[in-house]
T-cell receptor, first 116, second 114 residues
Framework: DTAVSQTPKYLVTQMGNDKSIKCEQNLGHDTMYWYKQDSKKFLKIMFSYNNKELIINETVPNRFSPKSPDKAHLNLHINSLELGDSAVYFC???????????????FGEGSRLTVL | AQKVTQAQTEISVVEKEDVTLDCVYETRDTTYYLFWYKQPPSGELVFLIRRNSFDEQNEISGRYSWNFQKSTSSFNFTITASQVVDSAVYFCALNRNAGNMLTFGGGTRLMVKP
């Protein structure tokens, strides 16, 4: 069973379109994240949700809107796609607080978005 | 603010050589966690190790070993007798105690040639 799953794995679209990437985790974690990896491999956090509430928003353009219908899902919707949005987007989850896995994030396989 | 620096952007070695990947971090927290992740050409992020700030014991796992030194804020990763399958981008990362934001270094691309 995949712990953190993202769909689609690949997405090719035209500039100006709107697209969504979905993420689901079956680990029972209370916190989910979106990270962006650019062409130079830099990994940067975009958003973090804890129990469906936004707790981190790292100066991401308003065109990006995360939605968390429940704590097992965190979707990323992107409006008016631009060339610079081309990247690999990773979803992750973790359980905040003390415990064996404190601080450890579990990542999905990534979704490669290409904007033409 | 937290920061992780991996000064080596790319390393190339020949199979069976030992190689050390450097990682230096900055944080004001007294309790924190350090990680190494591997990203093979297939693209997924593979968890390798997690280290608590209060546990400076070095760790060895097969051909992998990690050297954590709080005095120099470093958490270096050594691969002994490297193999072609070790070719990947390796990321060092830092998280706060019960934290909710993993800060990554820029990654080191390791190429192991046969």
């Amino acid at each position: 069973d995949t712990a953190v799953s993202q769909t689609p794995k690949y997405l090719v679209t035209q500039m100006g379109n709107d697209k969504s990437i979905k993420c689901e985790q079956n680990l029972g974690h209370d916190t989910m994240y979106w990270y962006k990896q650019d062409s130079k491999k830099f990994l940067k956090i975009m958003f973090s949700y804890n129990n469906k509430e936004l707790i981190i928003n790292e100066t991401v353009p308003n065109r990006f809107s995360p939605k968390s219908p429940d704590k097992a899902h965190l979707n990323l919707h992107i409006n008016s796609l631009e060339l610079g949005d081309s990247a690999v987007y990773f979803c992750a989850s973790s359980q905040l607080g003390q415990g064996e896995n404190t601080g450890e994030l579990f990542f999905g396989e990534g979704s490669r978005l290409t904007v033409l | 603010a937290q920061k992780v620096t991996q000064a080596q952007t790319e390393i190339s070695v020949v199979e069976k050589e030992d190689v050390t990947l450097d990682c230096v971090y900055e944080t004001r927290d007294t309790t924190y966690y350090l990680f190494w992740y591997k990203q093979p050409p297939s693209g997924e992020l593979v968890f390798l190790i997690r280290r608590n700030s209060f546990d400076e014991q070095n760790e060895i796992s097969g051909r992998y070993s990690w050297n954590f030194q709080k005095s120099t804020s470093s958490f270096n990763f050594t691969i002994t007798a490297s193999q072609v399958v070790d070719s990947a981008v390796y990321f060092c990362a830092l998280n706060r105690n019960a934290g909710n934001m993993l800060t990554f270094g820029g990654g080191t691309r390791l190429m192991v040639k046969p």
